[in-house]
């Protein structure tokens, strides 16, 4: 669609920029105002300006989403909306590899791993086959598998990590190897989604057995160096993969996100203590691996925390390819890296840091895509320009550059060149001064408008507008003290007649999509999240993707936070027209679990979904889980799975 025929672009007028405020505005007055600069649509305008009930109750129906709302509440299974099939297409420990065993409930077996799906899979990508089609019933999944659940997965243990104990060499490797990506070709037959058990597609990337390349400004670096690769250019595995995103030449992005914590040692004996303690990259705080590989022991390995952070880059179209670690997207907690092209043919990704308090990121190439061919893309995200995000109180927003020599980034506090810049980005951004938001977590682009959805989760630790503490009170995108529901921040950059958007630009307005919560809970202060039914609303969103109608689908990871009796699922809302931002529940996971991944075929008859760590919880073990989802089988833990739904009756997703 032409960006000239959307009519809510029309509605980012500058009315209220230069708004003087002679008092502080209350955080009803600032949440209304940037949802009704940005919508214009009568379901949030019946929310804002107090429409009665009946008002409210009409604008429900006007959603595109016709399922019934599947009801909130917390059970061992999940459920699917009405009319629609959920099949568990692969769990933790199938085998993957031509000649890898049967899963083995209990077994420690790192070398069957290596072979097997990983543990917790997180963001999912589907790849249709062949390399350019449109088939959307054959395809690769690829699965980020971002950490592991050892209380789970064996016997015997005293919580994750073993507590005291610590995990044996075998158990290390065991872990690691159930850390990483996972590529696995599938297939719909008879309208049955299965996976191919013995394709020459299927990969295991994993934090033991894969190499992977370092690429950017940072490659090479003396940082990066350690004793197993001097050259600082090959680091074995990817740790941590949380969310993630894709490109236009068919490869898939992982964010590296939690990798501080798979550390011991002393972060004071080395030269990297404030980077280090930026990061919160821990001094044996419950970190097992360091004991059996000295990677993972500081006093060891002082760089090696550097080689962990970044966004990896890999073809799952060619299993022998090397995967890469892009650097010039800068070493966060990256959770999203979400790419889309810009009106020029430049690529814009855009990543958030899974923290309190803390950014929202993008990188802008130097070159351009090329749509005819896929090789002289391949490299397109090793140079360019890194951004962070400041929000202004007027619903505008600026990207600042994190440009080695600009403004504060210089020798004088640390940088000698990009390469430190892309180290420390953190670092960097508090200097250029961005606004510490609510927990960055997923990051997407809506394919039909161009504007870009930065889904903020929670943050119980903001504080009330007029705190003393600059970085952690109250601010425009993130309104709420005491947050513990989140946020969907809307970004619309300059729209380029003729060109779609101008994802360059350093000047973008931003408004919000969703302010999250129970609309009847008056701590929330949620009134303004639409929701269908009762069922309707959620918190504590986290990934977003969308469906080839432009419909965003937002999965939760916290819906139990701060004492719901609620399991965490996938809703979807539209984001244009009269139905905008009234979102719909539409799948429920185990008790445990958090609902991850989602990702749709090109026709949107189908999603594939994570159900991550099913079972989990303060007391749970391998003995006695939450759950024993998926198999229900006695002495079989429950088992971190992807699950396909479909409709019963063939049709599109949400119809
Ligand atoms: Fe791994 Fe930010 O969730
Ligand atoms: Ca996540
Ligand atoms: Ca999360
Ligand atoms: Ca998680």
Redesign the pocket.
Known sequence: MHPDDLPHVAACEPEDIGVNETVAPDIQTIISRRLLLTSGAAAVAAATIGADEAQAQASRSASTLKFKDVKHGLDGTHHVAEGYRAEVLIRWGDPIAKDAPDFAPGKVDGAAQEKQFGYNCDFLAYWPLPYGSRNSTHGLICSNHEYTNNELMWPGMNGRNNGAAGLTKEQVEHDQSAHGLSVVEVRKRGGKWSYVKDSPYNRRLSMRGTTFRVAGPAAGHARLRTNADPGGTKVIGTLNN?AGGFTPWGTVLSGEENFNGYFRGDRNKTAEARNYARYGVQASRGAPWGAHDARFDLDKEPNEPNRFGWVVEYDPYDPKSTPVKRTSIGRFKHEGAMTTVSHDGRIALYSGD?ERFEYVYKFVTKGKFEPAKRAPNMNLLDEGTLYVAKFSDDGTMTWLPLVHGEGPLTAANGFDSQADICIETRRAADLVGATPMDRP?GVAVDPKTGKVYVVL?YNERRKAAGDANARERANAPNPRADNRWGQIVEISPPAVKGAGYDHAATTCRWGFFIVAGNPKDPKAQAKYHPATSDDGWFQAP?NITFDPKGRAWITT??MDNFGNDMADGLYGADTRGPGRALSKHFFRTPTGA?MTGPAFTPDGKTVFVSVQHPGEGEKASFESPGTRWPDFKPGVPPRPSVVAITKADGGEIGS
């Open positions: 949380c899974d977590e989760t986290d990871d916290g958090e």
